[in-house]
């Protein structure tokens, strides 16, 4: 198999995260949890960007689990971090959580939940990409068409839908082969 130079699993882990940070909006915009929804999240304590109370990262060195649920003040969702305040024993306390630093996500009430993998397997980018703004690589310019210009040979565009004649023309086993949505859907 060849290398994955696209680093698919990381980008899958930042737009799952993308759904924590969404969930958190949405009770933001809604001015509370919709019907019986509340959230369990853990996160790691120490991880870069992440403020803990320091008796509370004493108390949980390496991870926590946060109820988002009845009593909860403050809470702003930004990019690649949320911020809450919560009691702990009665004392109110303010929690800085990045996005990477969330290693499971949970939804009791209709049974959903996210396991991310440990941040330290995302570290071949040098800084986390914000969650909401991945792009895509520049695409370099289409070259200028000239039609007195023939030192090139073009290579000549595939259709986008062949019949069933030319279908049945090419070989079985050809090495790579692009399947159409087309050919799943129902006729």
Do not use: C
């Not at 909860?72 to 800085?96: Q, S």
């Amino acid at each position: 198999m060849a290398q994955d130079l696209m680093n698919y699993e990381q980008m899958t882990q930042l737009a799952l995260r993308g759904v924590v940070r969404d969930a958190i909006r949405r009770v933001i915009r809604e001015d509370g949890l919709p019907g019986a929804h509340h959230f369990y999240i853990t996160f790691l304590t120490r991880f870069p960007g992440a403020e803990v109370d320091e008796t509370l990262a004493k108390k949980y060195p390496e991870e926590i689990t946060i109820v988002l649920e009845h009593q909860y003040w403050d809470l702003t969702a930004n990019d690649d971090h949320f911020e809450v305040t919560l009691k702990f024993g009665g004392v109110p306390k303010y929690l800085k959580v990045p996005y990477t630093a969330i290693s499971r996500f949970h939804d009791p009430s209709v049974g959903f939940a996210l396991q991310f993998e440990p941040p330290g397997e995302m570290q071949p980018l040098a800084e986390p990409a914000p969650i909401a703004h991945l792009e895509p690589a520049p695409q370099p310019a289409p070259e200028a068409k000239s039609s007195k210009s023939k030192s090139k040979p073009k290579a000549k565009a595939k259709p986008k839908k062949a019949s069933k004649k030319a279908a049945e023309e090419k070989p079985e086993d050809e090495a790579d082969k692009v399947v159409s949505l087309d050919a799943f859907r129902k006729k």
